[in-house]
DNA sequence: CTGAAAGCGCTTACAG
DNA sequence: CTGAAAGCGCTTACAG
């Protein structure tokens, strides 16, 4: 695989700017020109220009642009999960708005964990991200300190922060936990249970919104809470409705904090013949496709995931753009679904 | 926001490898080799480096090092959807690889599309990737021009080619359709109706295995086969449920070509008292976690593809390594999952 | 509208 | 084990 002249060339063999530029008669500066400001070259050049282009194949690169304008083009995703479908309709929505843009979307998994988003936010500042999108509110410090020298604008999805000058797309996790509770506690039930697992910040939002309703209620008791840290499954949520029962046998009514658990616990109640909403109400969280078609269809809440990630990118694009944003905080707000569940 | 000196410098204003080198006392060449190869250099500067790497909040600038090296450590992924749980499992495993590896994965959502492919892959080749993952065999004309002449690895997920030299990790998506379509045979099912949507390579795979299938038992009419190109969802497979019971009265049984269609289908049955599986039995495809714990639980095929990726991760790893694979083609098989619903 | 020069921040390929 | 020089493939900042 030797190259084929036998000069020392670290040259790697590419096809290159210089290469078009030789070919079309011009200089690489105005094969660059041609390529990307085209309205700023001559027609003819231009064409000649696209037409060493298509001969030789060219592939622009990136690495060499990036470094050459110090702009990567590149916007950095973190999610805490991808198998959870809130967060890759929330990418969907990112795509839709970046991909238009020659923007490079990184997209990093930080299942959940707060050393992994470190680690990840670490690698991906290595390729000099013009933005960055995140979710949730709270962060490691260390990874607080890499984006406040950074100073790369970021965006934050999911929840409203209290902080006015953080840039943040999404609705009060807290409000909606609260209003599901609220929606329980007018239908009449008294035993609320409120199943959590993951433990991450949004169940815990959500749950604090359920303290509060429960609380103004008279109706708050500590054994009511079923809290795990495991992630949240379809079979999680079976096997937890099962603890809880036990725990509070008179149990009239359980908040999930997500419709995987919601699922979980309803297909538990089909197989013990529980009766739901009757013996037992149960809603979820999200509104996920099956929700409105399994039997009973699911009390749930819905919430804008795809449009958060729409706009917390059209947010982030206009402040990479250093346009002043019309607002910092935008609330998307969320829907309450009543069905057969509660 | 005027830079502090006055210089003409195009200097980004980032702490670089030289500010590193300048603080420790020792050439850049010294700092390089002692972040990135340690054990070449003695520890006493090595120690150094570090520190000043510590002080000064060093980060490494990756389109310099990609340029320089001609390494760009970028490992393009390509898949056909990211809100379907089969992909997002997919990538699990291809991270659980390559992240360890210091590897920068660009995952690209073709969205079903040829056209979106070519697209994606045309700008992700500007990145210079040192290997390449794509979901199935077929593609376009011009992608696989692209992919010849870069001489890039690649690695195809999901099903298994008829090109030895093609690299490739999945089982054979034929084989799976036939075998559960003599499943239900076998059972004594007559009027087996194939429900397909989104019309992809793979679902039309498993239709081929359908029709070898019917077509030995002498089953065969081409009336039992309704195929859609819309995306799949469970409102789509209650909606074709209807269509297919509308025009197939007698039929007794349905495989639809995912479980997303198949639990649409099951729901249906509950809302119009249909008996599952005694009136008409119904299997899908996947084996998706709720497939276990609806009523009826269903009957599916359950697929590796949480290993499909990490196994394709690991050949694709390898080749980029100049290491000459084992085998091509690694057959990750399929599990047949009797279940309730036929 | 066009182009020659310099530089982005690293690593390769030597030489000592 | 250490380092001076050159170069990766582009774009910036000028100058004409």
Redesign the pocket.
């Known amino acids: 695989m030797s190259r084929s002249t036998s000069t020392?060339?670290?040259?790697?063999g590419?096809v290159?700017?210089?290469d078009v530029a030789r070919l079309a008669g011009?200089?690489?500066?105005?094969a660059?020109?041609a390529?990307?400001q085209p309205e700023?070259?001559?027609s003819?050049?231009r064409q000649r220009v696209e037409q060493a282009v298509q001969e030789l194949g060219?592939v622009?690169?990136r690495a060499?642009?990036a470094?050459?304008?110090?702009?990567s083009n590149v916007i950095v995703v973190l999610v805490p999960s991808l198998s959870n479908t809130v967060f890759t309709a929330v990418l969907q929505g990112i795509q839709d708005v970046l991909d238009a843009d020659n923007y490079q979307v990184l997209i990093g998994n930080t299942r959940y964990s707060d050393a992994e988003e470190e680690k990840l936010l670490n690698i991906y500042m290595q390729s000099n991200p013009d933005g960055i999108l995140l979710c949730g509110l709270t962060h490691s410090p260390r990874v607080q300190q890499m984006l406040a020298t950074s100073k790369v604008p970021v965006v934050s999805m999911m929840d409203l922060s209290d902080d006015p000058a953080q840039l943040c797309v999404g609705f009060s996790q807290l409000d909606a936990g609260e209003t599901m509770t609220r929606y329980l506690i007018d239908k009449g039930r008294r035993r609320i249970g409120f199943m959590g697992a993951q433990l991450d910040e949004r169940t815990l939002k959500r749950r604090e919104g359920y303290r509060k309703a429960m609380m103004d209620a008279g109706l708050a008791d500590p054994q009511l809470e079923l809290m795990v840290p495991d992630p949240s499954t379809i079979a999680l949520g079976a096997e937890l409705l099962g603890r809880m029962l036990a725990r509070v046998p008179d149990c009239d009514a359980i908040f999930c904090c997500n419709d995987d658990l919601a699922h979980g616990a309803v297909y538990q109640c089909q197989r013990r013949g529980i009766a739901v909403p009757e013996r037992l109400a149960i809603c979820g969280f999200n509104d996920l496709p099956a929700s409105a078609w399994m039997k009973p269809s699911l009390t749930t809440v819905g919430t804008p995931r795809y449009r958060i990630g729409y706009e917390a990118a059209t947010m982030l694009r206009a402040a990479i753009r250093g346009e002043v944003p019309a607002q910092t905080h935008l609330d998307l707000g969320f829907t309450l679904m009543a069905r057969e569940s509660a």
């Not at 470094?67 to 702009?71: D, K, M, N, R, V």
């Open positions: 020392k060339s670290r040259a790697s590419r290159t700017l210089s011009v200089a690489p500066m105005t660059s020109r390529i990307n700023l070259v001559s003819l050049l060219y622009p690169n060499a642009r470094l050459a304008s110090a702009q």
